[in-house]
């Protein structure tokens, strides 16, 4: 792992993530095929939105060969990391999510469930993936307030209709404390497999259009559920592997 920071490479996957995800988030981009969804859900205009990351990813990374490390996609164990991935999808079906489409509530969250694991690796590649590894020389502090602003800025927050000073540095702060989080997941588990678990709790609670319109109480359950099984997952790797290896 070089101690040098790649600046070039961190400017380049900043404006890909941007310059490919801002058309899809304010619907400068408004393709036929956006309009359709999963069960209820339109997963494919989410999807599009988080793109940028992930593809931006790809370009500077060299198809993730450099800057992948130490923290990579499953850590110290695959089984285990999809078993984290594979938790939204199983307990929002079986819970179930309530929706104005007419769609059944299992297969509606279904959808969302799979969408927003989905929408959070493809964030989670580049912050943890790329960026928190790019950045590894500097101190964990230093690491995540960065990290936190750059991850607000490719929101684009900002620009958004009744963007106010308030809620934009609510959503900075938001933003630098979720990396504060996920950035001690990273470095403690090496696997972005779990900072995208845990930023799927941001997601549903904080950020995500897709559960813009399902039930507080509702939004709490489903994470909660998730939360439940997260924990003798993490307390079985760390007991079977070394977490903090990969």
């Known amino acids: 792992?070089?101690?040098?920071?790649?600046?070039?490479r961190i400017v380049i996957f900043m404006l890909l993530a941007i310059l490919i995800s801002l058309p899809f988030r304010f619907a400068l981009v408004d393709w036929p095929a956006m309009d359709l969804d999963l069960f209820g859900v339109p997963v494919l205009r989410a999807l599009l939105e988080g793109s940028g990351p992930i593809i931006a990813v790809l370009v500077v990374t060299l198809g993730l060969r450099q800057y992948w490390r130490p923290v990579t996609f499953s850590g110290s164990s695959t089984v285990h990391a999809l078993l984290m991935l594979l938790t939204a999808p199983v307990v929002f079906t079986l819970i179930g999510v309530p929706n104005e489409t007419g769609v059944s509530p299992h297969l509606f969250g279904l959808a969302l469930g799979a969408g927003t694991i989905i929408y959070c690796l493809f964030e989670e590649a580049?912050?943890?993936g790329f960026l928190h590894n790019a950045l590894h020389s500097w101190s964990p502090a230093r690491r995540y307030v960065l990290v936190g602003i750059l991850w607000y800025l490719w929101h684009f927050g900002f620009l958004a209709e009744g963007a106010t000073l308030a809620n934009q540095l609510t959503a900075l702060t938001v933003l630098i404390g979720g990396s504060f989080l996920l950035g001690k997941l990273a470095d403690d588990t090496h696997a972005v497999a779990?900072?995208?678990a845990f930023h799927l709790v941001v997601?549903?609670?904080v950020?995500?259009?897709l559960a813009r319109d399902v039930p507080v109480a509702d939004q709490l359950l489903l994470t909660a559920g998730c939360v439940v099984l997260w924990v003798p997952i993490l307390i079985h790797w760390k007991r079977t592997k070394p977490m903090g290896q990969s």
Do not use: E
Not at 1 to 8: A, G, K, L, Q
């Open 203 to 205: 997601n549903i609670l």
């Open 1 to 8: 792992m070089t101690t040098s920071v790649p600046w070039f």
């Open 207 to 209: 950020f995500n259009n």
């Open 194 to 196: 779990i900072t995208a």
């Open 126 to 128: 580049g912050w943890r």
